[in-house]
C-alpha cells in the first residue's frame, strides 16, 4: 500500500523559510510525477511545484523564482525549499505523486504553513 508522508510545515514570519519534505512508502511505478499542491481557507487546491521521474520540473505562477523542488528518486523522496514566503503562502501543502503511464495517484495527508507576523 502507497503512503506519503508529509513532514516540516508549520509558522514562520513574512520574509521567511521553510523546507517541507514527503516521503513515499511502498512502490510506485516509474515514470512518475511527483510534486505539491496547497490550499488555502475558501481557495481551490492549486500547483505549487512538481517534478518529473526525468528531471522536468513545474511551478506554479505564484512562487516560481521563490520555491525550489527537488527529489530523490532512490528514496521516493520529495522537497520543496520555500523562500520570501508571504501570507498569501498560508494553506495547507499536499504531497501528490501521480504515474504517468496508468495514473495512478496518491496525496498525502498535508502539512500546514502558516506565514504571519
Known amino acids: 500500500q502507497v503512503q506519503l508522508v508529509e513532514s516540516g510545515g508549520g509558522s514562520v514570519q513574512p520574509g521567511g523559510s521553510l523546507r517541507i519534505s514527503c516521503e513515499v512508502s511502498?512502490?510506485?511505478?516509474?515514470?512518475?510525477?511527483m510534486g505539491w499542491y496547497r490550499q488555502a481557507p475558501g481557495k481551490q487546491r492549486e500547483l505549487v511545484a512538481v517534478?518529473?521521474?526525468?528531471?522536468?520540473?513545474k511551478y506554479g505562477d505564484s512562487v516560481e523564482g521563490r520555491f525550489t523542488i527537488s527529489r530523490d528518486n532512490a528514496y521516493n523522496a520529495a522537497y520543496l525549499q520555500m523562500n520570501s514566503l508571504n501570507p498569501d503562502d498560508t494553506a495547507v501543502y499536499y504531497c501528490n505523486v501521480r504515474t504517468l503511464y496508468k495514473g495512478y495517484e496518491y496525496w498525502g495527508q498535508g502539512t500546514q504553513v502558516t506565514v504571519s507576523s
Open positions: 511502498g512502490s510506485i511505478f516509474s515514470p512518475n510525477v
Open positions: 517534478m518529473f521521474t526525468g528531471g522536468v520540473k
